[in-house]
T-cell receptor, first 116, second 115 residues
Framework: KQEVTQIPAALSVPEGENLVLNCSFTDSAIYNLQWFRQDPGKGLTSLLLIQSSQREQTSGRLNASLDKSSGRSTLYIAASQPGDSATYLCAVRRNAGGTSYGKLTFGQGTILTVHP | DARVTQTPRHKVTEMGQEVTMRCQPILGHNTVFWYRQTMMQGLELLAY????????DSGMPKDRFSAEMPDATLATLKIQPSEPRDSAVYFC?????????????FGPGTRLTVL
């Protein structure tokens, strides 16, 4: 059974810092990995999707890397801003046929607070 | 802009009552997912559909939960009878045409409270 772990559980940083959020997964047979952002009381916003054949994806100040063999992904946020404060979730999609294909397994998230 | 919509946004009901949650996927998306989020369990997949056909509902308590897609623009999740332990935020997500590995887009969720 796939297990996804995110470290740290919570992170508080001053504005302007570069930071790294970590995600690890136990089963390396994944199809892709997706990073989400969730604001309090809101739904999930997709940030980046990395296919299993890719090493990284970039969008603005966000960069996500994937090391499938070691079961790890990192989300790098450059020059953090108070507006980046949210919970960040990673989710892996199993690489298997049949009815399991497409199923996302989520980590518990990292709560990020960026203070001015 | 295209987005997943869910109704109602909030629902408070008493134990034993029937609850129906609705989701409108992004137009053209052919996969629909139902998730439940609680503080203790985090996000859990309940069920998902492709081209309106249920592919996997193993995450759903079968005795009280049911999920359907009457048409391509509407997905429903029903709980009957509801119990206090069903209190959670229920999210619907949809994905584009093609492989189930496509990116998923989430709705704002329905916050359910069962008293």
């Amino acid at each position: 059974k796939q297990e996804v772990t995110q470290i740290p559980a919570a992170l508080s940083v001053p504005e302007g810092e570069n930071l790294v959020l970590n995600c690890s997964f136990t089963d390396s047979a994944i199809y892709n990995l997706q990073w989400f952002r969730q604001d309090p009381g809101k739904g999930l916003t997709s940030l980046l999707l990395i296919q299993s054949s890719q090493r990284e994806q970039t969008s603005g100040r966000l960069n996500a890397s994937l090391d499938k063999s070691s079961g790890r992904s990192t989300l790098y946020i450059a020059a953090s801003q108070p507006g980046d404060s949210a919970t960040y979730l990673c989710a892996v999609r199993r690489n298997a046929g049949g009815t399991s294909y497409g199923k996302l397994t989520f980590g518990q998230g990292t709560i990020l607070t960026v203070h001015p | 802009d295209a987005r997943v919509t869910q109704t109602p946004r909030h629902k408070v009901t008493e134990m034993g009552q029937e609850v129906t949650m609705r989701c409108q996927p992004i137009l053209g998306h052919n996969t629909v997912f139902w998730y439940r989020q609680t503080m203790m369990q985090g996000l859990e997949l309940l069920a998902y559909f492709r081209n309106r056909a249920p592919l996997d509902d193993s995450g759903m308590p079968k005795d009280r939960f049911s999920a359907e897609m009457p048409d391509a623009t509407l997905a429903t999740l029903k709980i009957q009878p509801s119990e206090p332990r069903d209190s959670a935020v229920y999210f619907c997500a949809s994905g584009g045409q093609g492989a189930l590995g496509n990116e998923q887009f989430f709705g704002p969720g329905t916050r359910l409270t069962v008293l």
